[in-house]
């Protein structure tokens, strides 16, 4: 028998009709929205088979729908001339690297070119201008749409030979959408559902903002984020777990598109994807709206955003029904266009189809004509921003002031000072709460600094005693409540951060739950976005909630994710010392693993020894030569000190290292490392409650790892402790096997 | 400013009324649905404030509700009386261990009750007997509703030293539920979500093997498949990924108690979860009815079931709306009954307020003997199955004989001589492809071999041929479709594994996008189901989708797992040693990393150097003293060896192992390790395109790790190979600096 997916596949082709003229018809629709849901306008009705409709009627309907657009709509003519440029710049681009995602630009293009080119305020000369619309391609295999759109829109990031070197060693035209390779992308995009909840964060952001700083006289933060989705996207959760905060929240400026072209890579959706996503959007509180010809229904999408703009108090999902690889007159609608090269006869076969006749990469000159005045628009549009600014400054001067602080990303001078410090007689304290010091000190002199949850804030110790929550009807607040959603929480927090420099977000949950969040966190260290991830309950130390809930290989695990700081402070001084670190590196994510158990603060421990990462806490040798190296992080430092002490009672000359962040110590010069670890110490003894894997770098072939490489278990944690061998025994009687 | 969180409480308090029958109102139910979907069943009248109804009411309606069910319901004074028992058993094992979770017990104690005394169909001495009810109890903190259940029921597994032993080390009742410990617990619960995707996998199983082997006089497959979810399982994707696909696949047999008690453990739900979940299920293309009183309403319980059973093509949700802390009188419908024991204080006022004068851990004389009739009500079912089984194999043999291996879990006798071999001169092809070979070879001998991709499945090479997909009205076929649903995908493989030990799942995605799905592979691992995760375009290999799709740390972060095969072969024999294991360890998941790209087939790999983990591929060397030990793994294994051509050109003697697992490697003998890696050769130099955290372990000190520490990037994959440094000429120049 065979494989019934071409079956399946063929099966949908004949179920739905293409017109010539873009418009769909499909059999199987199971939905059935109420009308008044609609954006109004009716499907067009299927006419001849002639390609391109007539300028007259076009430029007609057009005219009537352009309203409450910043851009002045081309003619018809050149419209369709323009979202041709941006189908054959992604089909050429493709074709010319042999790889890529041609399928969705060409599909998409009509509602690209309407959100550049009429609809999002934006300066191509300056691409951080902070009052920009956001936009994110959350389906970003589709990158192509989103640098030729940039491309005509003057983007200095996406010259025509970033283009023809799409895909290539160090363009600025990579596979999928890179913030921190080409200006004008938001953020990084391509693990599917991340963008969608990126853009939540950005909305959430502008709302938040908005709150604070608007004025009756001068609403200084006022922009949009708009993203385009595929179905890709819907189906993952992290996209249902951010959309459910989106509608919880009411994030009003949120307009999503989600590109409904029933083809996923598997063939027709048909055969995973059957629900009734906008059923579902509207039990998570959005605005639905359909867009039922996505391929030329310019009015239709224009009529959709309109709508969705008066809807102020609901995100709103705009599902646009459109053909994959619209214009491809043998792949579009297909499977086979989602993401290869269209090969070179089909190129010409769509050139025909389309009338087409210019060669690869070619802008008309009209295209070019039209698009070129957002460049002195976008200069406009900011000057008079920056009017509206100094207007707002001069009445303003307070928050004026702090909102440059949020939007330069510079913390206010002096601002360390606001960390807390331990002497050895301070109580002692489980590093969890000595966390909620340091995040009630920081909101205090970090404007920017916001953050929550996942459901565990009274866990986590999260809160931020000054304020309240960030809600629909309270979003000047900045505790943010996320739910027992660990990957939007992330993902949200990316885009939070990817906003204003000056935001510090912060988010929280049990350490072993970083499972959960790990693309967003990736994303974070990939995306260069300084969040920081609170993450308690940092060892089988939590005791009876069991294997489920200790984490054994997470420590190993993340330090072993290129940019990003796996920090374990051990008490009070090494918990602000990493909170230091977190605010201070903006473009590398922070993972601070804190515990639930009480820790006595050390002698020796301080936030300077943190910023390197590793330091000695307590020696009793001299000349660089101890007897032996005891090494700990964490709550086990502790252990390892008590085995010092022991050690020492018997004559040993005993050093004691603090290994808070493996990271920042290899960013140390060999000289540091050097005088911490020196290489003729080969007698080396860690204790760590979690995988010792990666410890024989630090202890060295002659060395000993204690550590736990097996699940946890259920019990009381200080059993626990004993039963996994975790004691200051252990560490001596290790110890004295090496010297 | 204070929080607002305590305010929301309160408010949330004030919003709704709890009437002492257990009924509720709420002046904030968002939701209005339209009542033909609902049980029909209305909620009951505010009564009086007597704590318990009478019995003769109770006592009818019990009578006229249960139908359907294989139990005789208890009479009502005997019912509460029972439901009491539970949520005693609860109160007391949670305030002896000082620590644990009664809330949800307490207000699910009634639907848990009657899935167990009237409904489910089990047999407590057995409790693995093949033909069972399925059931998930996915809220896996309220364990100890499990637990008490599982007790009254008559399992060996609890005993009442067990529940006083509650959260202790090395207990049969331990902090969540896990399989591993308790024979009566299905699968491990406790992250949120992983229980209700584990129950469609469950679900998915029997739907399967009923269509595959029921016959129109023998249904020799029969069971449902019953769990219990709570918000923050509402609030998890994961949860969201595998109901769109349950709703898909129309898993009817699959009913779901969604316990909505509106607290969670931040407070009310209001402040994070106000989405409406019916509207969402219903978009899931679920049957959702609504239980208005689940505190007391044990008709509105009883006749939701009837309903749910009676729709045959959608899985249902029963919202269940309950009470958490039902009976205590302070703490009840509060946070802070969610996860904390209630104190002896509280405890005492609940004994007074449920008139419940027992000692704790006391099980009433009357509640024990209506319950004794578990034990012999199920042997009496497993007796009739066993008969019709009898029958059924008289009948039909090969099917029989078919469903043994599947109930079983023994693979056919010679099965491995299916695997595919190959010489250095079969053709150069990308593993995943040599995958697809194994893929198609094993499910012609093994008749639970069944799995499929995340929509990936013509990239990760995953279709078995020979079959076409499972569907809604295909389910008897073998490729299982899961969309883009990475996190989904692995719970469910980890519910069908642990439906049947002879079920064998595969799921398949981008290895890198193990971090979507990590969780649920960490859940394989800790509760021992040998899910097979095969995981292509392992490296920077896969070129120019740049750094969102490409691994780096993933190795290490899964060598770092407990109880995990990390496997990375390097050609078809190693492929097919890889697969050999997988299939060989049914307590271990087996992740399989393969290549996008072509590989040749290297002189000196084996099936059986697989099994060792780590192996020479070739020596030039004698007595066990290489001058220099090259280690490489999958794709870098090649350039290792012409490294090694190149070395002895120069007059080396030059050892190159493959060390396709570590784990495996780790458990084979000091003697055989030493033969392979001897401690005296300390020249070593390995290469894989991956981090290098953790090579440490394997070349020493001494020796030199070429990996990838960073991103990857955007490129043609040979220009990426050169441009990071994983070249034949890197590994000659590392190996002349160390021999």
Redesign the interface.
């Known amino acids: 028998?065979?494989?019934?997916?071409s079956?399946?596949l063929s099966q949908a082709l004949l179920a739905r009709t293409i017109f010539s003229d873009g418009s769909i018809q499909s059999s199987d629709y199971r939905v059935s929205l109420p009308t008044t849901t609609f954006s109004g306008l009716k499907l067009t009705t299927p006419r001849s088979r002639r390609v391109l409709p007539t300028r007259l009627n076009r430029s007609l309907r057009v005219r009537s729908a352009a309203v409450e657009t910043i851009g002045t709509p081309a003619e018809t003519s050149l419209l369709e001339k323009s979202v041709n440029t941006i189908r054959f710049l992604a089909i050429d681009a493709v074709e010319k690297?042999n790889?890529?995602h041609p399928g969705l630009p060409m599909g998409c293009a009509p509602m690209g070119h309407i959100l550049y080119d009429e609809i999002m305020r934006y300066n191509p000369k300056n691409p951080y201008w902070f009052n920009r619309d956001r936009f994110v391609l959350s389906a970003?295999h589709g990158c192509m749409l989103q640098y030729a759109l940039l491309h005509l829109a003057g983007y200095d990031s996406v010259q025509e030979d970033d283009l023809k070197n799409f895909?290539?060693?160090?363009?600025r035209t990579?596979?999928?959408p890179?913030n921190f390779e080409t200006p004008g992308v938001e953020v990084?995009?391509?693990?599917?559902?991340q963008g969608i909840a990126n853009a939540v964060g950005l909305a959430l952001a502008e709302k938040h903002l908005a709150a604070r700083f608007n004025k009756p006289d001068n609403e200084i933060v006022d922009h949009y984020t708009y993203a385009i989705l595929g179905?890709?996207?819907q189906?993952?959760?992290?996209?249902?777990?951010a959309c459910?905060?989106a509608?919880?929240w009411g994030l009003g400026k949120l307009i999503a598109f989600y590109d409904d072209n029933h083809i996923?890579?598997?063939g027709d959706?048909e055969?995973?994807?059957?629900?009734?996503?906008?059923?579902?959007?509207?039990?998570?509180?959005w605005h639905v709206i359909w867009v039922k010809n996505g391929n030329t229904g310019y009015d239709e999408i224009r009529a959709a955003i309109k709508e969705a703009k008066a809807v102020k108090d609901k995100p709103t999902l705009i599902k646009v029904t459109t053909t994959i690889g619209y214009g491809s007159p043998n792949k579009a609608n297909s499977?086979s266009v989602h993401g290869s090269a269209l090969g070179a006869k089909e190129v010409d076969a769509t050139r025909k189809n389309l009338a087409w006749p210019h060669e690869p990469f070619h802008v008309p000159e009209d295209v070019k004509g039209h698009w070129s005045h957002h460049v002195q628009q976008g200069a406009a549009l900011e000057a008079e921003w920056n009017a509206k600014f100094a207007e707002y400054e001069k009445k303003y001067k307070n928050e004026a002031a702090e909102l440059k602080l949020i939007i330069t990303g510079e913390p206010p001078a002096g601002w360390e000072k606001a960390l807390p410090t331990y002497t050895p007689e301070s109580p002692a304290d489980a590093t969890r709460n000595l966390s909620q010091q340091n995040l009630n000190a920081l909101v205090k002199v970090l404007p920017g600094f916001l953050g929550g949850?996942a459901?565990?804030?009274?866990?986590n110790m999260t809160?931020?005693?000054?304020?309240?929550?960030f809600?629909k009807d309270?979003p000047e607040?900045r505790?943010l409540?996320?739910?027992?959603?660990e990957?939007?929480m992330g993902a949200i927090c990316n885009g939070i951060a990817h906003h204003s420099p000056g935001l510090f977000p912060y988010c929280a949950t049990f350490f072993?739950?970083t499972?959960?969040m790990?693309?967003a966190i990736?994303?974070s260290?990939?995306s260069q976005a300084g969040v920081i991830y609170v993450m308690t309950h940092d060892s089988i130390g939590l005791?009876?909630?069991?294997?489920?809930?200790q984490p054994?290989?997470h420590l190993?695990?993340?330090?072993?994710?290129?940019?990003v700081f796996m920090l374990r402070p051990a008490d009070g001084n090494e918990t602000a010392g990493a909170y230091k670190v977190a605010i201070l590196n903006r473009n590398t994510p922070s993972i601070i693993a804190l515990s639930r158990q009480k820790l006595p603060q050390l002698p020796g421990t301080s936030i300077e020894g943190v910023e390197k990462g590793g330091y000695i806490i307590s020696d009793n040798s001299s000349g660089n030569n101890p007897d032996i190296i005891l090494i700990g992080t964490g709550s086990e430092l502790e252990i390892a000190a008590k085995a010092a002490d022991e050690l020492r009672k018997g004559g040993k000359a005993v050093r004691v290292v603090s290994l808070v962040s493996w990271e920042l110590f290899d960013n140390q010069s060999d000289a540091y490392k050097e005088s911490v670890l020196p290489s003729g110490v080969s007698a080396r003894v860690s204790i760590e409650a979690g995988?010792t894997?990666?410890w024989?770098?630090i202890v060295?072939?002659k060395g000993k790892a204690i550590g736990i490489?097996?699940?946890g278990?259920?019990?009381?944690a200080g059993?626990?402790y004993k039963?996994f061998g975790l004691t200051p025994e252990a560490v001596v009687a290790a110890a004295k096997e090496l010297c």
């Open positions: 028998m065979a494989s019934t997916s079956l399946t690297a790889s890529g970003g895909r290539q060693w160090q363009s990579p596979g999928h890179e990084t995009t391509g693990p599917l559902g179905d890709g996207c189906m993952e959760g992290v996209a249902n777990e459910s905060l509608g919880h996923s890579i598997d959706t055969i995973a994807f059957t629900e009734n996503v906008e059923e579902r959007f509207k039990g998570l509180g499977y949850s459901d565990l804030a009274s866990s809160l931020l005693k000054m304020y309240g929550n809600q309270t607040e505790n409540r996320f739910g027992v959603r990957h939007g072993v739950f499972d959960y790990r693309a990736r994303m260290a990939l005791g009876e909630d069991g294997p489920t809930h054994i290989e190993a695990s993340l330090r072993a994710m290129p940019n995988s894997f990666g024989e770098k060295g072939s490489d097996r699940f278990a259920s019990a009381p059993r626990l039963e």
